[in-house]
């Protein structure tokens, strides 16, 4: 089959287009005809190695996993032995590693059926952000009606589903972004939209609840001044960093989890987003349900995966970047 794959640590330079070996399915799996992959930070991060803390994990010296791409959406090809819930020919979305190829093998269980009102091209741009923002919203923010909630990072891949999310949960919701996004953040139903060029959020006077904070630009400090008395900062990634870090966005992050237990009436909460087929199931109900709708900044066909992961690279994207298989 045809994939995006790379054998060492670089700029989407080392990406390339080539046959690998078909994935082989194991008893619990599914194989996805894949149709459509979503580009995500994840996939810079994994691509460049970054931050260097990262590659204890990612590998040392070079990727474990060789074939980039998360998200995918597609039609089930085949299935494991000890797979009952879905069958060949089921349209699907879901995540795992290697998404960025004709084929890609997955978990039963990170794998749901496609929301109905979707094309292939949006349910892909979902499992990852949509999960991420559901997440951090629901379960760890624990986010009720009536709530203030702001979102730092509001026009990015999580960020315009949890607008949407924040919304579907009944709470009040202001999107932070630049000058360029702003009308894009009111259009998902944010109440209200600082323009961080203009604006800054920490010192406008607002308190929130809850800040959902997706771009790690901010220190704790500023942050808990938006903050209510007994108001909860949840903490997810930092997007594309500048690059040859050792700790990169993680910074923050870390510093976060070494704080939480200080933070006097604030709850400080880092979220590890995993892969959930319950959550898929969720994400699906409110798609069909018109309270969630992806957004796609544009789309590149597989070949051009490494263009796709450039252009998220030096920030010029909004929403979701798409590769059509």
Same mark, same amino acid.
């Given at each position: 089959?045809?994939?995006?794959?790379?054998?060492?640590?670089?700029?989407?330079?080392?990406?390339?287009?080539?046959?690998?070996?078909?994935?082989?399915?194991?008893?619990?799996?599914?194989?996805?005809?894949?149709?459509?992959?979503?580009?995500?930070?994840?996939?810079?991060?994994?691509?460049?190695?970054?931050?260097?803390?990262?590659?204890?994990?990612?590998?040392?010296?070079?990727?474990?996993?060789?074939?980039?791409?998360?998200?995918?959406?597609?039609?089930?090809?085949?299935?494991?032995?000890?797979?009952?819930?879905?069958?060949?020919?089921?349209?699907? $979305?879901?995540?795992?590693?290697?998404?960025?190829?004709?084929?890609?093998?997955?978990?039963?269980?990170?794998?749901?059926?496609?929301?109905?009102?979707? /094309?292939?091209?949006?349910?892909?741009?979902?499992?990852?952000?949509?999960?991420?923002?559901?997440?951090?919203?629901?379960?760890?923010?624990?986010?009720?009606?009536?709530?203030?909630?702001?979102?730092?990072?509001?026009?990015?891949?999580?960020?315009?589903?949890?607008?949407?999310?924040?919304?579907?949960?009944?709470?009040?919701?202001?999107?932070?972004?630049?000058?360029?996004?702003?009308?894009?953040?009111?259009?998902?139903?944010?109440?209200?939209?600082?323009?961080?060029?203009?604006?800054?959020?920490?010192?406008?006077?607002?308190?929130?609840?809850?800040? $959902?904070?997706?771009?790690?630009?901010?220190?704790?400090?500023?942050?808990?001044?938006?903050?209510?008395?007994?108001? /909860?900062?949840?903490?997810?990634?930092?997007?594309?960093?500048?690059?040859?870090?050792? $700790?990169?966005?993680?910074?923050?992050?870390?510093?976060?989890?070494?704080?939480?237990?200080?933070?006097?009436?604030?709850?400080?909460?880092?979220? /590890?987003?995993?892969?959930?087929?319950?959550?898929?199931?969720?994400?699906?109900?409110?798609?069909?349900?018109?309270?969630?709708?992806?957004?796609?900044?544009? /789309?590149?066909?597989?070949?051009?995966?490494?263009?796709?992961?450039?252009?998220?690279?030096?920030?010029?994207?909004?929403?979701?970047?798409?590769?059509?298989?």
């Amino acid at each position: 089959m045809k994939a995006i794959a790379q054998d060492r640590y670089g700029s989407p330079d080392v990406l390339e287009f080539r046959e690998v070996d078909r994935p082989a399915v194991g008893d619990h799996e599914v194989l996805v005809r894949v149709r459509a992959a979503a580009v995500n930070a994840r996939d810079w991060h994994l691509m460049r190695g970054d931050p260097y803390v990262a590659r204890l994990v990612l590998g040392l010296r070079r990727p474990k996993e060789r074939i980039r791409g998360t998200d995918f959406a597609g039609r089930v090809e085949a299935v494991g032995e000890k797979v009952t819930r879905l069958h060949p020919g089921d349209e699907v $979305f879901g995540e795992a590693d290697g998404a960025f190829a004709e084929y890609v093998c997955a978990p039963e269980g990170a794998v749901a059926a496609k929301p109905a009102n979707l /094309t292939f091209e949006q349910a892909a741009a979902v499992p990852l952000a949509g999960n991420t923002a559901l997440m951090g919203l629901r379960d760890l923010g624990r986010v009720r009606p009536g709530q203030r909630v702001l979102v730092n990072g509001a026009s990015g891949g999580v960020g315009t589903f949890a607008v949407q999310i924040a919304k579907a949960l009944g709470a009040e919701v202001t999107g932070v972004c630049s000058t360029r996004n702003t009308d894009l953040v009111r259009s998902l139903g944010a109440d209200h939209v600082v323009d961080y060029t203009r604006e800054d959020f920490t010192r406008g006077g607002r308190r929130h609840d809850l800040v $959902f904070d997706l771009v790690g630009n901010r220190s704790l400090t500023d942050i808990r001044r938006a903050l209510t008395p007994t108001g /909860t900062v949840v903490l997810s990634g930092g997007g594309v960093s500048e690059g040859g870090s050792v $700790f990169g966005p993680m910074g923050l992050i870390l510093k976060g989890q070494a704080l939480s237990r200080f933070a006097g009436g604030h709850r400080l909460l880092v979220l /590890t987003a995993t892969p959930n087929r319950e959550n898929l199931d969720e994400l699906r109900r409110l798609a069909e349900a018109g309270k969630v709708s992806p957004v796609i900044d544009r /789309t590149y066909p597989l070949s051009e995966a490494s263009e796709a992961i450039r252009y998220l690279e030096v920030e010029h994207a909004r929403a979701k970047v798409v590769v059509t298989v």
